[in-house]
């Protein structure tokens, strides 16, 4: 049986509305459903999917001029939402990606800096401390933070190590060695050379001098609690 225009309308507007609501009650609920260890939001991307298609639809099928654009519209809504949440989603995906192999950047200096003690007693020179650790680290792309590339060397070095032994650090695993900063190739210091804003998602990463690597916030390091050191105790 076909439809008049004018139940087509009520039809084409009563799935507008609905769609309107859907957006914005169930859309923000569904996206936070992630696939287990990704980003991926598979129920908010098809429910937008699902509104932009029957939107569409609507506006195809129905005649009156106004049905038309209100169907139009919440598909072109919906589909900019879509585009919105599929775009943020990539850019926290490459963020993460970031963090993932600067983790790994971060744990190869430390585990070289293990290396060198072994083998030298000491850990390197505060000054010359990228060049002195060059043997022990097989590709000079270690010394390259993801969300840095300009830099030679995106991190820094703590010269309270400068030529320390084992000995002289009473909790090595509070001690922090390299960083994430932005000063380059050879740069040792302190607070004042941690990154100007976190590199990764709010943080950046620590290798201490027992070789272990931790992610940590502005916070976790600065506040009254901080278990990070730069002088050892
Ligand atoms: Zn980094």
Same mark, same amino acid.
């Given at each position: 049986?076909?439809?008049?225009?004018?139940?087509?309308? $009520?039809? %084409?507007?009563?799935?507008?509305?609905?769609?309107?609501? /859907?957006?914005?009650?169930?859309?923000?609920?569904?996206?936070?459903?992630?696939?287990? %260890? =990704?980003?991926?939001?598979?129920? @908010?991307? &098809?429910?937008?999917?699902?509104? #932009? !298609?029957?939107?569409?639809?609507?506006?195809?099928?129905?005649?009156?001029?106004?049905?038309? #654009?209100? @169907?139009? /519209?919440?598909?072109? =809504?919906? /589909?900019? #939402?879509?585009?919105?949440?599929? $775009?943020?989603?990539? *850019?926290?995906?490459?963020?993460?990606?970031?963090?993932?192999?600067?983790?790994?950047?971060?744990?190869?200096?430390?585990?070289?800096?293990?290396?060198?003690?072994?083998?030298?007693?000491?850990?390197? /020179?505060? @000054?010359?401390?990228?060049?002195?650790?060059?043997?022990?680290?097989?590709?000079?792309?270690?010394?390259?933070?993801? !969300?840095?590339?300009?830099?030679?060397? @995106?991190?820094?070095?703590?010269?309270?190590?400068?030529?320390?032994?084992?000995?002289?650090?009473?909790? &090595?695993?509070?001690?922090?060695?390299?960083?994430?900063?932005?000063?380059?190739?050879?740069?040792?210091? %302190?607070?004042?050379?941690? =990154?100007? *804003?976190?590199?990764?998602?709010?943080?950046?990463?620590? %290798?201490?001098?027992?070789?272990?690597?931790?992610?940590?916030?502005?916070? *976790? #390091?600065?506040?009254? *609690?901080?278990?990070?050191?730069?002088?050892?105790?």
């Amino acid at each position: 049986m076909a439809l008049s225009d004018r139940a087509k309308s $009520a039809v %084409g507007t009563a799935i507008a509305l609905c769609s309107v609501l /859907l957006l914005l009650v169930v859309f923000p609920i569904s996206v936070r459903v992630r696939i287990p %260890g =990704t980003d991926y939001r598979p129920l @908010g991307y &098809a429910l937008e999917a699902v509104l #932009v !298609a029957v939107n569409a639809g609507v506006a195809f099928w129905v005649r009156p001029a106004w049905t038309k #654009v209100l @169907g139009s /519209l919440v598909a072109a =809504t919906c /589909l900019l #939402v879509l585009c919105m949440t599929v $775009a943020s989603n990539a *850019q926290r995906d490459s963020a993460r990606l970031q963090r993932m192999a600067c983790l790994h950047n971060t744990k190869d200096l430390a585990l070289g800096l293990q290396m060198y003690l072994e083998d030298n007693g000491a850990f390197p /020179l505060a @000054g010359s401390w990228c060049d002195e650790l060059l043997p022990y680290t097989i590709h000079r792309d270690w010394y390259r933070c993801p !969300a840095a590339p300009a830099l030679d060397c @995106g991190y820094a070095y703590n010269p309270a190590l400068s030529s320390a032994t084992r000995r002289a650090l009473s909790d &090595a695993s509070r001690s922090v060695a390299v960083f994430d900063s932005d000063r380059g190739w050879n740069a040792a210091g %302190g607070l004042e050379l941690l =990154t100007k *804003q976190p590199r990764h998602l709010g943080g950046d990463h620590y %290798g201490f001098a027992d070789g272990h690597v931790e992610w940590a916030s502005r916070q *976790q #390091v600065l506040g009254k *609690q901080s278990r990070y050191r730069w002088t050892p105790e």
